[in-house]
């Protein structure tokens, strides 16, 4: 099929270019002109593992290309908008300037029969309104969210756990497209869920909001462990094993960020409000404050370790990114502790595997260095933000050689305490004893 993709971000490009590995005919479109030179030259803008692999075999091909010239969406039969949906800047709510701007621009180069996909994350009742001027040219609309996940994104773009299809009631064509485009998930027997358009733009948000306060119970649960002596790991594993509940997603630490969990849930509770149930989602504000408290909790550890004040003591942050696996410190809980600790006068060397540029950005007033050694030399106190595998793998008696003093903060809880509290280092983890 001959599609098109607009937006080339984290989302965009994945999709543009796994659609290219499906066998598709891919046009990518962005307005950033850096963005679409690096993809253009087979170069992925950001790290994730496995895209410069589909990059590269769907420019060979000649299946993929790049252009920020729109009119060359045209003559494709399928136009993904993948654009993002940030949070506006002093409020809750999701900002829908690219999405906006990137239908406008898309409009006019649509033809008769041509199918629009949404696959931006957006307040419900949007796909409704832009459904309207889409079929005024004789095109339809349909909704279909994604929800893969950084460091994944190939795989769960490839193979995705499920397909929801957001459509016009009765628009069998539509349908017929997207099984088109997703034919080979589809005989893999990938459930596929055909919906309204309300329902599947909150399937997205309501995901998210879920994964979101499953993270912020657990976290709650570290706080009342902190005031007990309890161990949260334990309780972890002990409740995870109740099927109904599951392990996964239950890591206390610091808690969850990114460009979509954060966003997604304020998103949500402003649109809540606008539509008059915003008491249905008031819970969330809760799973937000607990979420931010984490960060705060790490500082407070640190200035106790550290004898009441952090001001001219040498701290080492091994992480940045948001999670592992990614260069992304949208929202990230690492970068944001780094930065506070700095802010109170600590002298802060960070690394980090891959999100070293992209955090620099942001902070330039940290030391960026680029090892836990190197950021580690000499350090009053060492803390794990980011659990990359090889901070997990470090070796507590060589890497304590280099520092100043044996203190560590396992902002993740990977670490194995008894074996570095053996090797003479002061462990503290987050709702650990
Ligand atoms: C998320 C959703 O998982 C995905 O389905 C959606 O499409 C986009 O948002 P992503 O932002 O890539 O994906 O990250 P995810 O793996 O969900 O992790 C989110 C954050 O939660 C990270 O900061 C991670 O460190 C944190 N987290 C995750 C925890 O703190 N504890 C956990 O148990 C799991």
């Not at 993904?80 to 180069?109: C, K, M, N, W």
């Not at 990938?190 to 399937?203: F, H, K, Q, S, W």
């Not at 009342?224 to 509940?245: N, Y």
Request: a negative charge; glycine letters at 10%; charged letters at 25%.
């Amino acid at each position: 099929m001959r599609i098109s993709v607009i937006g080339c971000g984290y989302l965009g490009a994945v999709h543009a270019a796994c659609m290219a590995e499906l066998g598709h005919d891919v046009i990518g479109i962005d307005i950033d002109e850096h963005k679409i030179a690096q993809l253009a030259a087979g170069r992925a803008p950001f790290f994730e593992p496995g895209l410069p692999e589909v990059l590269e075999r769907g420019m060979a091909s000649g299946r993929l290309r790049f252009t920020t010239d729109i009119s060359e969406a045209s003559g494709s039969a399928v136009h993904f908008v993948a654009v993002g949906t940030p949070q506006i800047p002093g409020s809750d709510a999701a900002d829908l300037r690219y999405v906006d701007a990137s239908f406008s621009a898309l409009l006019e180069h649509l033809s008769d029969g041509d199918l629009v996909v949404g696959k931006s994350t957006v307040p419900v009742g949007t796909a409704a309104r832009l459904a309207e001027l889409v079929e005024n040219t004789g095109a339809s609309l349909a909704w279909n969210p994604e929800f893969l996940r950084e460091g994944f994104a190939v795989g769960d773009t490839l193979t995705p756990d499920r397909l929801v299809y957001g459509v016009r009631a009765g628009d069998d064509a539509a349908v017929a497209a997207l099984d088109e485009v997703y034919a080979a998930a589809i005989a893999a027997g990938t459930p596929r869920l055909v919906t309204d358009y309300a329902t599947a733009e909150l399937v997205k948000v309501a995901a998210n909001a879920f994964l979101a306060t499953k993270i912020s119970f657990i976290n709650a649960m570290a706080e009342v462990a902190e005031a007990t002596g309890a161990d949260v790991t334990q309780l972890a594993d002990a409740i995870g094993h109740d099927a109904r509940i599951g392990r996964r997603f239950l890591n206390a630490g610091v808690g969850f960020g990114g460009g979509c969990l954060p966003k997604d849930i304020r998103g949500f509770m402003a649109r809540a409000d606008e539509l008059g149930v915003g008491e249905s989602l008031s819970f969330l504000r809760d799973v937000d404050a607990i979420n931010l408290r984490r960060r705060e909790r790490v500082v407070q550890l640190a200035i106790e370790e550290l004898g009441g004040d952090v001001e001219g003591k040498r701290i080492a942050v091994l992480g940045l990114a948001f999670k592992p696996d990614s260069d992304d410190v949208r929202d990230s809980p690492a970068l944001d502790i780094a930065a506070r600790l700095r802010g109170l006068g600590a002298l802060v060397s960070v690394t980090d595997p891959e999100a070293i540029e992209t955090s620099r950005r942001v902070h330039p007033e940290l030391n960026y260095v680029g090892s836990a050694e190197e950021a580690a030399a000499d350090a009053d106190a060492v803390l794990l933000l980011t659990e990359w595998r090889q901070f997990r793998e470090l070796d507590p008696e060589a890497f304590g050689a280099g520092v100043g003093s044996r203190v560590i903060i396992d902002g993740r809880n990977v670490l194995d305490a008894t074996r570095w509290r053996a090797a003479g280092w002061t462990y503290r983890g987050l709702g650990r004893p």
